[in-house]
Structures are given as structure tokens and as C-alpha cells.
């Protein structure tokens, strides 16, 4: 026969110690931010390397351009001096060839009763207006431009009349003035003659279209020294 024992004494009850779980959460929470703090710290570290090295080779690949871009600036400015002085040139060798046809052409046109002592040939009016026009200064409606002035003798007034007639025949001549005419006694010969003075006028129209090709070459050369840049 078994005997069972039995425990007439009260339970006791176990107490939970709210305090030691509160700590207990707020440490795990602790060890939780301090981790993350950790990793984000790394995390932010590792940009900054990244962006750090990435700026260094931005600066470096900016002082390359910069270095290009200043020896094209070199380069341009060599070129638009050269181009310059290659305008210059052409123009005084054409203006050189300009003025010696301008005399031949008088010389083969002067009537046989006439004879020149003057020349003064204008080459500085001319470029003074085209150097206004492509600032914009002048304008080719109404403009007269002296090419060349002649003074003289002739034995009638129609010598003089026909040569005025004749260097109209002058290319590049648009206009012919006869700015004065009087007899001039000549006591030597105790006769007299007529001194007259002719003044001629460019037809600036080929002028000016020589300086719009210019303007547009070098407009086009500018758009082709940007295209390149951007190319590159």
C-alpha cells in the first residue's frame, strides 16, 4: 500500500523584478543603437573615402582641361594673329597691284592735249570707312569714298572733259568730279592753259563684299573652334 504525502503549506509565489526586465530592455536597446551608430559611422566613413578619391580625380581631369583649354587659347590667339597679319599682307600686295594698274590705266587713257603733275592717291579714306563698317559705323547707302585725286595741265576744257570721261572706265572707279578748273598763264611760252583738278571715287561694293566673306569665315571658324571644344 503506497502513502502519498501531501504539502499542506501555502505556494510561494515568485515575484517578477520589473526594475531588472525595464534595465535589462534598455540595455538590449543601448547595445542596438551603439551598434548601428558604429555602422553608420563606417558606412559614412566609406562614402567620404569614395567621394574623397572620386573629387581628387575630378580635380585632376579639371586641371587637364584646363591645361588643353588654355593651350588652345594659345593657340587661337597665335592663329587669329597669324590670320592678321595674312590679311594685312594680301591687302597691301593687292593694294600695291591696285594703284601701279590705277596709274598705267590713266597714263593709257590721258588725252594727247593733257598732262598730269599731281597724284595723291586716298588709300587711307578707304580703309578708314571699311574699318567704321565692320563696326557697324558706316553704311554703304550714300557713302563716297575718294580713290584718287589728279592735278594738271591741259591745252582745251575738252581734254579735261575727256579724261574725266575716260577714268569712268577705271575698274573700281564709280565716280568722277571735276573739283576745279581755271586758266593759268604760263609767261615763258606767253600762252596760257587750263589746271584743272580731278577728283575719283571708289565703287566700294566689291570692298564691302570682300569684308562680309571675311566676317563670315572667321564667324564660321569661330563655330567650328566651339564644335571642336564640345567634341572634345
Request: net charge negative.
Amino acid at each position: 500500500m503506497t502513502t502519498r504525502t501531501i504539502n499542506l503549506l501555502p505556494k510561494e509565489e515568485k515575484k517578477r523584478d520589473v526594475k531588472s526586465v525595464l534595465l535589462n530592455v534598455f540595455m538590449v536597446i543601448v547595445i542596438i543603437l551603439f551598434a548601428a551608430v558604429i555602422l553608420l559611422s563606417a558606412f559614412i566613413f566609406n562614402i567620404d573615402s569614395t567621394l574623397s578619391l572620386r573629387l581628387s580625380e575630378y580635380e585632376n581631369v579639371n586641371m587637364k582641361i584646363q591645361d588643353q583649354v588654355n593651350k588652345l587659347e594659345v593657340y587661337n590667339d597665335f592663329n587669329n594673329d597669324v590670320e592678321e597679319k595674312k590679311t594685312i599682307i594680301e591687302y597691301l600686295q593687292k593694294n600695291e597691284i591696285v594703284w601701279s594698274k590705277i596709274l598705267y590705266d590713266i597714263g593709257r587713257l590721258m588725252p594727247e592735249g593733257a598732262y598730269i603733275k599731281i597724284f595723291d592717291g586716298q588709300g587711307r579714306a578707304l580703309n578708314s570707312f571699311l574699318a567704321e563698317y565692320r563696326e557697324g559705323a558706316a553704311s554703304e547707302e550714300g557713302a563716297q569714298v575718294i580713290s584718287f585725286s589728279i592735278n594738271g595741265d591741259a591745252l582745251e576744257y575738252k581734254d579735261v572733259l575727256k579724261l574725266a570721261i575716260e577714268l569712268k572706265k577705271i575698274d573700281g572707279i564709280e565716280r568722277v568730279w571735276i573739283q576745279n578748273i581755271v586758266n593759268t598763264e604760263i609767261p615763258e611760252m606767253d600762252n596760257e592753259v587750263i589746271n584743272f583738278t580731278i577728283n575719283t571715287f571708289w565703287d566700294i561694293g566689291p570692298f564691302i563684299e570682300d569684308v562680309e566673306q571675311e566676317q563670315e569665315s572667321q564667324d564660321e571658324n569661330i563655330l567650328d573652334s566651339e564644335l571642336e571644344e564640345l567634341e572634345s
